[in-house]
């Protein structure tokens, strides 16, 4: 038995020596694998496709702003005119709407005493501002939602955004388009370098789908208007964007 563990003791260094070499060339030969990939020819395209789609959905965002020199004066005009295009949307002949405030304020306005700015500025009056969210599924009433809620006090419209609630198939399309024309400019330049194309090595991308619209400024009229607000819908462009490297023939 001592003999035994003597010759345990007299191999130990050895083993450890090879135990240490041996990931150092399986980390040398992956090295090695990774610059002869990098080595291989290629080429790097970019494709994009676009898709239209109907939209079916509007959304609105309005604003009730007062002012008063009491910040309880601004916040209680700004409460009881509030109600009142509530009340409006309540009531009104459109159909399946959904209702939602957000974004209350109550700030100080400031001046310069007599117009003389070396002097300390002084509240002169204070303002509210309350903001409505309105979605409503009739896209064809968004110019008489717009005069209601003008009628009833409104004098900020901020955004009018259309969207499509389903664009799962617009969005696959899309980017199916975007591979197909990332393949069809590769294949062109391998074909203009007398190469063949191979497989794709490498891919990239995602589709994007914007909302149709944008911010609208507006204050609210003295008189009803005679015709209603023209608003068109029109249809949202969903765009896809994908980068693909292919490998190609040497």
Do not use: W
Not at 72 to 93: I, K, P, Q, T
Not at 117 to 131: E, F, G, K, L
Not at 231 to 250: C, K, Y
Request: net charge negative; charged share 20%.
């Amino acid at each position: 038995m001592k003999r035994f563990n003597r010759l345990i003791r007299s191999l130990a260094p050895a083993l450890l020596a090879v135990a240490a070499c041996a990931p150092a060339r399986s980390a040398q030969g992956a090295a090695a694998q990774s610059v002869q990939d990098q080595q291989l020819p290629y080429i790097d395209v970019t494709g994009t496709g676009s898709v239209s789609v109907e939209t079916d959905r509007a959304r609105l965002s309005f604003a009730v702003e007062t002012s008063a020199t009491a910040a309880s004066g601004a916040a209680s005009a700004n409460a009881d005119l509030m109600e009142g295009v509530l009340s409006a949307l309540r009531d009104s002949d459109v159909s399946d709407v959904e209702i939602e405030t957000f974004g209350y304020t109550l700030r100080p306005e400031y001046t310069f005493p007599d117009n003389d700015r070396s002097r300390p500025r002084v509240i002169s009056a204070y303002t509210a501002i309350n903001n409505i969210r309105v979605t409503i599924l009739d896209i064809d009433a968004v110019g008489r939602m717009i005069d209601v809620v003008i009628d009833a006090g409104v004098n900020r419209i901020s955004s009018i955004n259309f969207i499509a609630s389903d664009t799962g198939a617009a969005r696959a399309e899309a980017l199916a388009a975007a591979v197909e024309s990332a393949r069809e400019e590769a294949q062109a330049i391998a074909d203009a370098l007398g190469r063949s194309l191979g497989e794709p090595l490498h891919v990239r991308g995602g589709s994007r789908v914007p909302s149709r619209g944008g911010e609208v400024y507006a204050m609210a009229v003295s008189a009803r208007q005679v015709a209603p607000t023209p608003i068109e819908a029109g249809d949202l462009t969903i765009t896809a964007t994908v980068d693909i490297r292919f490998a190609i023939g040497r």
